[in-house]
T-cell receptor, first 114, second 115 residues
């Protein structure tokens, strides 16, 4: 079955510092990949999704970016963090075709920008 | 993907059935209804999905109205571990031929199971 690895689990970063969160998927190939953010007490906000290597769709304008350098690797980055970037970041994947029955989520990274 | 509407919060007594409603009045013919839940500080967990027939698995039952404009997730015997935020979403899976890659969650229903 599919497993999503996210790291780190928690991160405290100063305002203006760069960010790189990595997500890797095991157990499948050619997945659709997603980055979500959840601010404290709020719902899940879709940030980016990718249907293949180098293909990124952005859902909301922001100072974050995403990249997919390999089939099962999805990276969320920022050049300069803002206080408003604090939140719980989740990576998810769905499968293609008849295997597309559910989304699988990682355990998340809790980012605090100070 | 169509939008969904869910109550903000609900309480349920432990051992009783929890019935969580979801309104999806603009659902299109090839959109499925999916339910997920998120226990505090964890990633969401898939529960069940369906198109138009009622569905049941080891976790829950999904009842979809005949016009498909609303659905109800039923946890038959709620336990304290079922306390979570429950999300109802609608989407077209990729095997339907016009699949949407977007996976959009609303605010969900915060279910509190009371001892």
């Amino acid at each position: 079955s599919q497993t999503i690895h996210q790291w780190p689990a928690t991160l405290v970063q100063p305002v203006g510092s760069p960010l790189s969160l990595e997500c890797t998927v095991e157990g499948t190939s050619n997945p659709n990949l997603y980055w979500y953010r959840q601010a404290a007490g709020r719902g899940l906000q879709l940030l980016f999704y990718s249907v293949g290597i180098g293909q990124i769709s952005s859902e909301v304008p922001q100072n974050l970016s995403a990249s997919r350098p390999q089939d099962r690797q999805f990276i969320l980055s920022s050049k300069k963090l803002l206080l408003s970037d604090s939140g719980f970041y989740l990576c998810a994947c769905t499968l293609q075709g008849y295997l597309d029955t559910e989304a699988f989520f990682g355990q998340g990274t809790r980012l605090t920008v100070v | 993907d169509a939008k969904t509407t869910q109550p903000t919060s609900m309480d349920c007594a432990e051992g009783r059935a929890a019935n969580l409603p979801c309104n999806h009045s603009t659902i299109s013919g090839n959109e499925y209804v999916y339910w997920y839940r998120q226990i505090h500080s964890q990633g969401p967990q898939y529960i069940i999905h369906g198109l138009k027939n009622n569905e049941t698995n080891e976790m829950a039952s999904l009842i979809i109205t005949e016009d498909r404009k609303s659905s109800t997730l039923i946890l038959p015997h709620a336990t304290l571990r079922d306390t979570a935020v429950y999300y109802c979403i609608v989407r077209v899976p990729s095997y339907s031929g016009a699949g949407s890659y977007q996976l959009t969650f609303g605010k969900g229903t915060k279910l509190s199971v009371i001892p």
